[in-house]
């Protein structure tokens, strides 16, 4: 439950309840799904998306899912997974996220680099902008290309250009098997080589990862006869890199896979989680520059890693396209500052949609 | 279709103009002479025509800008092209603006295959940027028909398609960076050889805003390794609802083909006729494609043949060799060229859920004879990205505008049945004025406020996607 005191939280049951309390708000609000990806600063005034809740729509046989922004992801997996069907794009999140807030902060996972971010994923929203006005974008169709993206902007934007109410998505059937190519015992650099030629392999690679300790991780989806086959592929095409073990089990494979998207190894380290996205032959650089401890993923071009509270880790990484965010912790901005163009661009499009300045303030510049 | 009257003060300033932007650019890149400039009077919607008062062709983003910067000083309207295959009007010129072309800027900057990416300037053509990449077993995957002309600015001006975008995704999906000028002539980086750039998605709504936010000169692209092999099958219908019907039950059957086509009888007869394909005489067919290695493959098909045998196939043709395949795609890929020798054709891309194939397909059936004209369907399937063919008589009086009705009947229905207007050609001049079939005011209020702070003063292209009276007040 909301950890913010009942007077200072507000929780619409439609949007029609949500545009009126924005258009009446008198000051700064924070908008929140279900709190588990960013911590509310104290003292703002929360707007709860909880209340609008529900599926709209399911038509697996459309691969089409439309949901209210406060849905839980838990609610929408569960109602995925009994059609064998998923959200390509890997989510994860902590028991009480919500759909809202998968779009809001543009959520993915190891699919990354093959089935995109929850931006690809997203074909539809309505949102309420921070004049109060209900705005519709997108659709429910996969292919879509019917006056500007907006989509796109709203997924990544923090609640900053408005407050989202309903989300539709394109989904992917649950494949019948999946396996994962193992080279243990790898480090951050030859593992990076090794992932990078599976990504450049034509076997279709659907996760390329490293976890300390663990090795090199490629995963392999598709029907069984096809993933055998793959597998037996990769092990030949990496031998220069190392020797491969190919886990099948499915728990085990899920098991890997979920650890390296949730940065398992570095649970309990000291220091600030950092989000770092460059080149994927970047990674183990980045890896080596930050000196603590690390994982990779999308085949070393995200690197998560634990860096000093209070120092800015992107002071080791200027020479090195890409960008940084701090999850958690102090010390530096959260996102990566922008170039003056971009900034002044998005700055003012923050401006159009949220003239006073009242969704989120400060949370993206 | 109407476009707003030319602003008679930059009529009466074309000398000037003119003059201002050579001295800005290397005499060659100035076009006014009035013959070259008919190169320029419309794009692939050829309905529609007017010459532009010039044509400018940079070779580099400086100049690109350069060019931007002068038409902003001078208040002129600036339409930018790429290889002018626009099947909605998107490059249509009026008589006041200038055409920035972007055909010369066609190099390849960087390839890097071990993080799978090519940039390249953004006149070079789609298809070329694929043929950059294959000696070393790559690809570029969005492959509209028009792939051998058109140009990659365009295709994100547009956010194109094409047929195998069912696995890999359209534009926006492979598009990691853009160099981007904007009207006033400021060059700006979005995104780079990453994912995800953090902040406001800026280069998400760039792809697919038709030229109305700034001018692409160049672009990172995502490669990928070109699978084993591949391979159609061509699975003939008695009805068009089946064949809808069967398309469902392979996307519900978790198989993930590559592109799921589908053409109905007339356009079956039509390409017959053009290039002897040799397709099975039947009312519907779906041609599927699978990817992977020859094992792989024929896992795919059989699962793909036993679904399509619940659904009484008149015939089912596997190709066996890459003969075979080329003749199972001939006629799909023949088909607008077929339609072309059939007379003249008006091309829609509205997009349902599949789920609503069935309906949509017979009420278009309804509507054709309602209306006395041929409509003749090819699309994408597996997405739901529809392409009725209108055919009509151009040179009967009163026919063109039959047939715009016609279209803007279809394109209705497609809105109704929960889709949109356009799935991958844009809304251009052509789709412009039924804008509020699909939006709510609010709702295209919420899109022109992104151009008015790209282009506040509306000099890029603004006489397209919404419609005018909706843009007046902001056109000037």
Redesign the interface.
């Known amino acids: 439950m909301s950890q913010t005191t009942v007077a200072a939280s507000s929780r619409p049951g439609t949007e029609d309840e949500l545009a009126g309390m924005i258009r009446a708000a008198k000051g700064p609000v924070w908008v929140r799904g279900g709190g588990t990806r960013i911590v509310p600063p104290a003292g703002l005034e929360v707007l709860d998306t909880g209340g609008l809740s529900g599926i709209v729509l399911y038509?697996?046989?459309?691969?089409?899912l439309v949901v209210r922004a406060g849905t839980p992801l838990a609610e929408v997996e569960a109602l995925l997974a009994a059609e064998?069907q998923r959200l390509p794009f890997e989510p994860g999140g902590a028991p009480g996220s919500t759909m809202g807030g998968v779009a809001a902060t543009?959520a993915?996972g190891p699919r990354?680099?093959q089935a995109?971010?929850c931006?690809?994923a997203l074909i539809g929203v309505r949102f309420v902008?921070g004049r109060g006005?209900?705005?519709?974008?997108g659709?429910?169709?996969?292919?879509?290309?019917?006056?500007?993206?907006?989509?796109?902007?709203l997924?990544?934007?923090h609640g900053?250009?408005g407050v989202l109410t309903e989300l539709a998505f394109k989904l992917?059937?649950?494949?019948?098997a999946a396996a994962t190519v193992i080279l243990p015992g790898l480090s951050a650099k030859a593992a990076g080589a090794a992932l990078?030629a599976a990504?450049?392999?034509?076997y279709?690679v659907t996760g390329a990862g490293w976890m300390p300790g663990t090795g090199a991780l490629i995963r392999v989806e598709?029907?069984a006869?096809?993933v055998d086959?793959?597998c037996g592929?990769l092990a030949v095409a990496l031998a220069p890199h190392g020797a491969a073990v190919v886990e099948r089990d499915p728990a085990r494979v899920t098991a890997l896979w979920r650890d390296l998207r949730a940065a398992a190894p570095l649970a309990g380290g000291t220091g600030a989680p950092w989000r770092i996205?460059?080149?994927?032959?970047d990674g183990p650089e980045v890896v080596e520059r930050l000196g603590g401890e690390a994982v990779m993923d999308?085949g070393g071009?995200?690197v998560t890693a634990l860096y000093p509270e209070g120092a800015d880790a992107r002071a080791r990484l200027t020479d090195l396209?890409?960008?940084a965010?701090l999850v958690r912790g102090t010390g530096a901005a959260r996102?990566?500052p922008?170039?003056a163009?971009?900034?002044a661009?998005?700055a003012?499009?923050?401006a159009?949609?949220d003239p006073r300045g009242i969704l989120n303030p400060g949370l993206?510049? | 279709m109407q476009m707003p009257p030319p602003d008679r003060a930059i009529l009466s300033r074309k000398a000037e103009i003119v003059a201002r932007l050579r001295a800005a650019l290397p005499g060659e890149a100035v076009i006014d002479d009035p013959v070259e400039l008919r190169a320029y009077e419309c794009d692939a919607l050829s309905a529609y025509r007017c010459p532009p008062l010039a044509a400018v062709l940079p070779r580099t983003t400086a100049e690109v800008a350069a060019a931007l910067r002068t038409c902003a000083e001078m208040g002129v309207k600036v339409v930018p092209r790429g290889a002018g295959t626009s099947l909605s009007g998107g490059s249509m010129p009026s008589e006041d603006a200038v055409i920035l072309g972007v055909a010369r800027l066609t190099r390849v900057l960087e390839v890097?295959?071990?993080?799978?990416f090519i940039r390249v300037e953004a006149g070079r053509t789609n298809l070329s940027v694929t043929g950059a990449v294959e000696a070393e077993?790559?690809f570029y995957a969005p492959d509209p028909s028009s792939q051998l002309a058109c140009a990659i600015a365009g295709n994100i001006g547009?956010?194109s398609?094409g047929a195998h975008?069912l696995k890999y995704?359209?534009t926006?999906?492979n598009l990691l960076g853009v160099t981007l000028v904007t009207m006033q002539g400021?060059v700006?980086?979005?995104g780079?050889?990453?994912?995800?750039?953090?902040?406001?998605?800026?280069?998400?709504?760039i792809?697919?805003?038709e030229g109305q936010l700034g001018v692409v000169t160049e672009a990172t692209l995502r490669i990928l390794?070109?699978?084993?092999g591949a391979r159609p099958v061509l699975i003939g219908f008695a009805a068009s609802d089946i064949a809808g019907a069967c398309v469902?039950?392979i996307?519900?059957?978790?198989?993930?083909p590559v592109a799921i086509e589908f053409m109905d009888r007339p356009c079956i007869e039509a390409t017959e006729a053009f290039c002897g394909a040799g397709y099975p005489d039947c009312e519907a067919l779906l041609i599927i494609e699978v990817e992977?290695?020859p094992?792989?493959i024929d896992?795919?098909l059989r699962?793909i043949r036993e679904i399509a045998l619940r659904h009484d196939p008149v015939e089912i043709r596997e190709s066996r060799s890459e003969a075979e395949s080329k003749r199972i795609w001939l006629g799909r890929k023949s088909a607008f060229g077929a339609m072309g020798v059939m007379g003249d054709y008006m091309c829609l891309d509205g997009?349902?859920?599949?789920?609503a194939l069935p309906m949509v397909l017979r009420r278009i059936g309804e509507l054709s004879a309602e209306y006395g004209l041929r409509v003749a369907n090819v699309f994408?399937a597996g997405?739901?990205?529809m392409h009725p063919l209108i055919l009509y008589n151009a040179n009967q009086p009163g026919q063109l505008e039959l047939c715009e009705r016609l279209g803007a009947e279809i394109l209705t229905l497609c809105v109704e049945a929960?889709?949109?207007?356009?799935?991958?050609?844009?809304?251009g001049i052509e789709?412009r004025d039924l804008?509020t079939v699909?939006?709510?005011p609010?709702?295209?209020?919420?899109?022109m406020?992104?151009?008015?702070?790209?282009d506040p003063r509306w000099l890029l292209n603004p006489a397209k996607?919404f419609p005018l009276e909706t843009s007046a007040g902001r056109r000037g």
């Open positions: 038509e697996p046989a459309a691969l089409t064998n543009n993915c990354r680099f995109g971010a931006r690809d902008d006005t209900v705005v519709k974008n659709g429910r169709v996969m292919k879509n290309v019917t006056g500007y993206d907006l989509v796109k902007l997924a990544g934007s900053t250009l992917q059937p649950v494949p019948p990078r990504m450049s392999s034509p279709d598709g029907l006869e096809s086959y793959r592929r996205s460059v080149r994927p032959s999308w071009g995200l396209p890409g960008h965010t996102f990566h922008e170039p163009p971009v900034a661009l998005s003012a499009l923050r159009q949609f993206m510049g | 890097d295959y071990d993080n799978r077993g790559f547009m956010n398609g975008c995704g359209v926006t999906n400021e700006i980086g979005l780079g050889p990453f994912c995800d750039a953090g902040g406001l998605d800026l280069l998400g709504v792809c697919g805003s390794p070109k699978p084993e469902a039950d996307i519900r059957a978790g198989i993930l992977g290695a094992a792989e896992e795919q699962l997009t349902i859920p599949v789920s994408h997405d739901g990205n929960g889709g949109c207007l356009s799935g991958e050609h844009g809304v789709k804008m699909q939006f709510a609010a709702d295209l209020e919420a899109q406020r992104v151009k008015d702070v790209f996607v």
